[in-house]
């Protein structure tokens, strides 16, 4: 058995302290911090190599490694996190093959701007964009939080330097995912955050369950609920694509408790049962129903819009959706504009299928329809979604976790979509089903956080 290094040491102390539950905030103030802790990366000088390769061949599990990184110099503002537990989203993936570019030109990009940020320039990127973690230290100027705060992070970096930026964050023009155009994300042991993407970590969750909302539900929320988005109200029809899916899950959730009437789309019966058990009545199976939207690579179908929006009136008693929840992209998005109603949202981000988009735009001026780019969350979008989380009105659609040495695993298969809902990782946390403070509050609410466990 080989003797422990400082940095593994280091660690074990760290968790040990969470572990307990009751260590008191000075405690954690005086931990030493390990000089280098264990992350999940890629490299600068491997960004070509999945060149002329489609996107569904190129492999994260090669991509991906796992390995030690220098701990970066904490700055004013900022706060160094104890991961516990992560989460993989499709930026992971769009990171992990290097499109639609490599992430290293927004950390190049990035490393400009200031004397601080030059940090993030590194030959390495360390991703992830969601943690559930504890508070270790934080830097000057910071007041709110401090050293044993048990936390999850959401993923708006912001600057807040231009009055763009005041009245919706996500306007900043220095706005970037954090984790994605910026470095130190949260799948790692250590992560390093502005603190004003710290919010309190629901205390009837576990910590791979708190991680697995943090992306999916903000966004989700911004786009459905947020005036900023399609600002739905009740009795709203809205189509809902990849309903069982890591964002349409929660965005199918939102709909019910918001009192709107939801049109799942999902592509198999299995992922019909799991809007089922969410409450959700209106379902698509689309490829039970054999819907084809394209005829070839550059021509799509009119007469399967029109008998996809002829299905939705069907379910709906002759309603057309108020708003289409978008996120398929160029496979989806000609359909999602002729089957919104006369006067309609369509409400968009991400693009899984394809970033270049078609539509005929005559469904769309002459019935007065909207398209409405939808990008995260600012800081109050995504309280308000971690508080529905925290108040149990939202649940958690984590399926499985996954150890951090396996992340390349666990992106492959959301690249591939052999998920539902959201995948998690392990980062300090030894096993799954640690960190609840809440037992009471969780038991009453178990059967709602465990819906998509093992499907």
């Not at 909302?213 to 029809?237: C, E, F």
């Not at 508080?387 to 666990?410: C, F, N, V, W």
Request: charged share 25%; with cysteine.
């Amino acid at each position: 058995m080989q003797p422990e290094t400082a940095m593994q040491h280091e660690m074990t102390q760290i968790l040990a302290a969470i572990q307990a539950g009751d260590t008191p905030a000075e405690d954690f103030a005086h931990l030493k911090l390990p000089d280098s802790y264990r992350a999940v990366t890629v490299h600068a000088d491997e960004a070509e190599m999945f060149a002329g390769l489609d996107s569904r061949d190129k492999d994260p599990r090669r991509s991906l490694h796992v390995e030690d990184v220098a701990t970066p110099e904490l700055g004013p503002g900022e706060a160094i996190v104890a991961v516990m537990a992560s989460a993989i989203n499709y930026n992971s993936v769009w990171t992990s093959i290097f499109e639609p570019v490599s992430t290293f030109s927004f950390l190049k990009r990035y490393g400009k701007v200031s004397e601080l940020t030059r940090r993030h320039d590194l030959p390495y990127h360390v991703i992830g964009s969601d943690l559930a973690g504890v508070v270790l230290r934080t830097g000057p100027g910071v007041n709110k939080w401090k050293p044993g705060d048990e936390v999850v992070a959401h993923c708006l970096s912001v600057e807040l330097e231009d009055a763009e930026g005041h009245d919706d964050t996500m306007l900043d023009p220095q706005q970037r995912i954090w984790g994605f155009e910026t470095n130190f994300g949260g799948l790692a042991h250590l992560a390093l955050v502005k603190t004003n993407q710290l919010m309190p970590k629901p205390a009837h969750l576990t910590w791979e369950e708190a991680a697995s909302p943090g992306l999916v539900n903000s966004t989700a929320y911004r786009q459905l609920v947020s005036k900023n988005g399609a600002a739905m109200k009740q009795g709203d029809v809205v189509l809902i694509w990849g309903a069982s899916g890591g964002l349409g899950s929660y965005a199918t959730q939102m709909a019910l408790n918001g009192g709107a009437i939801p049109v799942c789309v999902v592509s198999s019966p299995d992922k019909a049962q799991i809007c089922r058990a969410m409450g959700a009545d209106l379902i698509i199976d689309r490829a039970a129903e054999g819907y084809k939207f394209w005829k070839s690579e550059t021509e799509q179908d009119p007469k399967e819009w029109q008998r996809f929006g002829a299905r939705i009136r069907e379910l709906t008693g002759g309603e057309d959706p108020d708003i289409v929840f978008e996120h398929p992209g160029r496979e989806t998005f000609g359909a999602s504009v002729y089957v919104a109603k006369r006067g309609g949202k369509i409400v968009t981000c991400a693009s899984t299928s394809g970033f270049q988009h078609s539509y005929d735009n005559r469904y769309l001026w002459m019935n007065l329809k909207s398209i409405i780019g939808s990008h995260f969350a600012n800081y109050r979008e995504a309280w308000e979604a971690n508080r529905l989380i925290d108040k149990g009105m939202i649940h958690p659609t984590l399926s499985r976790s996954y150890a951090l040495e396996d992340t390349g695993q666990a992106a492959y298969d959301v690249h591939r979509n052999l998920h539902q809902g959201k995948v998690g990782v392990l980062c300090l946390a030894p096993e799954e089903g640690l960190g609840v403070r809440d037992a009471g509050k969780r038991e009453r609410l178990l059967p709602a956080i465990n819906r998509f466990r093992d499907v």
